[in-house]
């Protein structure tokens, strides 16, 4: 059984009837009120949040996506929190996206990207849980006649002071879900958290061990047929032409269909004889003018950027390309960072049913929402005759914010009416025709004066713009902010971690057609790996420590310096490091949290690199799950270095050279470094977790390289180099 | 027609026989906690066990599983007992996504019937499957716990 069910439709009509008068906390919630909204097993929710069944269990609704990140379960200890729940009784479901625009996004925004799972709605779904807590304590008054101030709740029991008496929630359930909710509610400290800020065990666990959790993958309806798709292999490029006859007669074939006009799709009574069929098919393409790209000619384009009079400025403060000019000393360098491929376990899937009046799909997504207006333009259907059923993701990692799979199956499934198609991408189609981590370089330049004092840093982008290609509508004056990401002068996002008299960060825009996209880190990956590893070149330039030539930097910037500091004492910095290891360092801030790491490696003679020990410390402000937070630290760092050791997709003839993981390596066992995380939230502020370690990642590894080998690695990723000393 | 003895029960089933084992559990018999990950047996979330021994059955064929004993994470844990391993990352809170855990289980399984405490070295040697969360210093963990109570 899915461990995130979904609420069935017929409660959800009831639920939403029912849903009229609704009290504003930040969103419009209905807070139950004289028509008791139901939910899926016909229970009387307290909330929107919240169902409660006679036998005391709880069932929480999560809004954003569980794609392994620990976002469900932390959402869930939220509301259990100041719910007063017995945590032992909670399981958790999903309300679909046309569930959410039937009542009015009572349940907010779907979309979990960005780190900002927990971060953006732990207000609003604690609210929820406090809320439904006071009107189940006033229910239960209300049954006792007593005052509401007299009763109390914890674990699921409502307690009457004065008399002793007890009641629990099961019990009062109902008739909590016919008060009026109260107006406004005050929400715990979280010093006195008791569920909250507790390394609890995931809620999913279970069905992810046995082979029962249901992903969009395993999806079966009545009469499913299933569809293997291939599309233009040039990015731009469109299908001119197929020869479905030639294959109509091979086992299992229904029907070869275009999907969109850059690919087609073969049906078939099973994806493997989809497949077999759509080798075989013979398809013609028009490619256009992108197959003659390189990513020579890539390389030569954002080479442009570098030096060019036109830029875009993200931060600044006094003169810098002056001082620069004026400087005793000047250090530049040059970095680049590649095209990097979100390689989710579970590749791009969808399945949808399509008839004259009603679409529905049932895929993996970030962005439930999001796939729903999909739903509703590929299908030409009004959104009210939609909907979308979000399956749990074989991962995510930004990929699944895009939905271009969801638009090809609504298409194939238009093709069909009355028949359920489940589409399938083989890895090799999803390889090369993903959503690319943007590819850019950048020119670092830093001045000091004769005191070796540094005075100026100038930082030139050149590169790719994600939000051109999915939000150009974002773009301000033409300038993409995303792309400085980490270097901006302030605010709680994304905030630059040093103070430098003379500082210009800028960026050229140069935008190939590989499509980009986020991919987990997002731009703080390239900008990390640029700042920080010139900062290494800078202090050794001045003859200076790493560590202490950050520190004289940071004295601003105190929450940065903390998670450094802390880092720098666990690993024992001021000490030597074991005999033939080596240490770097690195910082950065995104996503609203603090990180830094101190990366121990070795270096063999023949070029060897083994990364023995990260340790890593991250400030998010509150942490909800310190155990589930060490599992995304560490989990980030595989990703993280994946992308540093192996990750890179070239560009030939316009599209992605690299077909399956035999090409395109990634991290396993054997170089997974032991990961030790300070978890060290300071309070007063609320940082997203699923990212921010990923920036250090590359950074520190690179400095320690740099440590043992005295060689300087601005081009990732490292199988390209020769690792050997110098 | 082949037949396949799949989790202690045979199927007979309609396929050509070149057909990747993978593709006839999931498709074919309806068992779907084996995934699909790459089809050319690199990343192992489709590892299965056929006689006792694990398999990429993305790129095994159908035919050469007949007349063996195949085993999938379904019919891992034995009268409803789960196995050690599956207990293990129950205790280590292994899975993030969870897909390619079926194979990481069912590799380890497989390593742990012919190396019963296996070291750090043995354990990057033998469990080469791909997790893209990142899980692996949790499998490392519970492999070590797995075979400890084994």
Known sequence: ?726 | MSRLAINGAVHEVDIDPNTPLLWVIREWVGLTGTKYGCGIAQCGACTVHVDGAAVRSCAFPARAAEGKQITTIEGLATNGVLNAVQQAWIEHDVPQCGYCQSGMIMAVAALLKVKRKPTDADIDGAITNICRCGTYQQVRAAIHTAAAKA
């Open chain 1, 1 to 726: 059984m899915n461990n995130v069910p979904q609420m069935t439709r017929r409660s959800f009509l009831v639920a939403a009837a029912a849903a009229g008068g609704g009290l504003a906390l930040g969103l419009k919630l209905p807070f139950g009120g004289p028509d008791v909204v139901r939910a899926a097993d016909d229970l009387p929710e307290v909330n929107a949040w919240v169902v409660i069944r006679p036998d005391d269990s709880v069932v929480i609704r999560i809004a954003r996506t569980e794609m392994g990140q620990g976002t469900m379960t932390g959402l869930a200890q939220l509301v259990a929190e100041e719910l007063d729940c017995d945590w032992s009784k909670v399981s958790t479901e999903y309300p679909t996206p046309g569930q959410n625009l039937a009542r009015n996004r009572v349940w907010g925004n779907f979309g979990t990207a960005g780190s900002r799972g927990i971060r953006e709605s732990n207000e609003y779904v604690r609210k929820g849980g406090a809320t439904a807590r006071l009107m189940l304590i006033q229910a239960a008054a209300n049954e006792w006649k007593v005052a509401a101030s007299e009763c109390s709740a914890s674990n699921s029991v409502i307690t009457h002071k004065p008399s002793g008496r007890t009641t629990t929630f099961g019990k009062v359930a109902e008739a909590a879900a016919r008060i009026e909710p109260p107006k406004d509610v005050a929400l715990k400290d979280p010093k006195d958290w008791k569920i909250a800020g507790k390394p609890v065990k995931r809620l999913d666990t279970a069905p992810k061990v046995n082979g029962s959790q249901v992903y969009g993958i395993d999806v079966k309806l009545p009469g499913l047929l299933c569809a293997a798709i291939s599309g233009c292999p040039v990015f731009g490029g469109t299908m001119k032409s197929f020869d479905a006859a030639h294959i109509m007669s091979m086992k299992g074939v229904r029907k070869v269909v275009p999907a969109g006009d850059s690919a087609v799709a073969v049906v078939a009574d099973h994806w493997w004889e989809a497949k077999v069929a759509l080798d075989a098919l013979p398809i013609t393409w028009e490619e256009g003018s992108n197959a003659t790209v390189t990513s020579a000619s890539i390389a030569e384009f954002l080479k442009t950027g570098l030096d060019a009079e036109q830029a875009f400025v993200g931060n600044e403060n006094g003169d810098a390309k002056q001082a620069i000019a004026r400087a005793a000393k000047k250090v530049e360098a040059i970095y680049n960072f590649p095209y990097q491929h979100h390689a989710t376990m579970e590749p791009m899937n969808a399945t949808a049913l399509y008839t004259a009046d009603r679409c529905e799909v049932w895929a993996p997504t970030q962005n439930g929402e999001a796939a729903l207006a999909v739903t509703s333009e590929a299908s030409g259907l009004p959104l009210a005759q939609c909907d979308v059923h979000k399956m749990p993701p074989g991962g995510g990692f930004g990929r699944r914010t895009t939905h271009d799979y969801v638009q090809q199956v609504v298409a194939i499934a238009k093709q069909m009416p009355g028949t359920p198609v489940k589409l399938i991408w083989s890895r090799e189609e999803d390889m090369t025709h993903g959503r690319y981590h943007p590819i850019t370089q950048a020119k670092m330049v830093g001045a000091f004066d004769s005191n070796k004092n540094l005075t100026a840093l100038h930082m030139r982008i050149s590169g790719q713009s994600i939000l051109a290609y999915v939000a150009p509508q974002n773009l301000q004056n033409g300038k993409d902010p995303v792309v400085f990401q980490g270097l901006n002068a302030g605010g709680a996002e994304s905030a630059f971690g040093y103070t430098i008299p003379n500082l210009l960060i800028e960026h050229a825009m140069r935008n190939p057609h590989i499509p980009p996209h986020f991919w987990r880190g997002v731009n703080n990956n390239q900008n990390a790996i640029y700042l920080e590893c010139f900062m290494d070149e800078l202090a050794h330039a001045a003859g200076q420590d790493p560590l202490e030539f950050r520190r004289k930097l940071m004295l601003n910037h105190s929450k940065h310096l903390a998670v450094l500091n802390a880092v720098a004492e666990r690993v024992g910095w001021s000490k030597p490091a074991p005999r033939g290891v080596y240490r770097g360092l690195a910082q950065h801030m995104g996503y609203g949290s603090y990180v830094a790491a101190c990366a121990e490696v070795s270096v063999s003679n023949k070029g060897a690199l083994k990364i023995h020990r990260i340790v890593a410390a991250t400030d998010p402000g509150y942490a909800v799950n310190p155990a589930q937070i060490e599992r995304q630290v560490a989990g980030s760092f595989a990703f993280g270095l994946s992308a540093l050791l192996y990750g890179e997709c070239t560009v030939k003839d316009g599209r992605i050279e690299q077909k399956n993981f035999d090409t395109y390596k990634v991290m396993r066992m054997d170089a997974m470094p032991k990961v030790e995380t300070i978890v060290m939230p300071s309070g007063g502020f609320w940082g997203g977790v699923g990212e921010p370690t990923i920036f250090v990642a590359a950074p520190a590894v690179l400095n320690a390289i740099y440590a043992a080998t005295g060689k300087r690695i601005r081009s990732i990723p490292l199988k390209n180099q020769d690792l050997k000393k110098v």
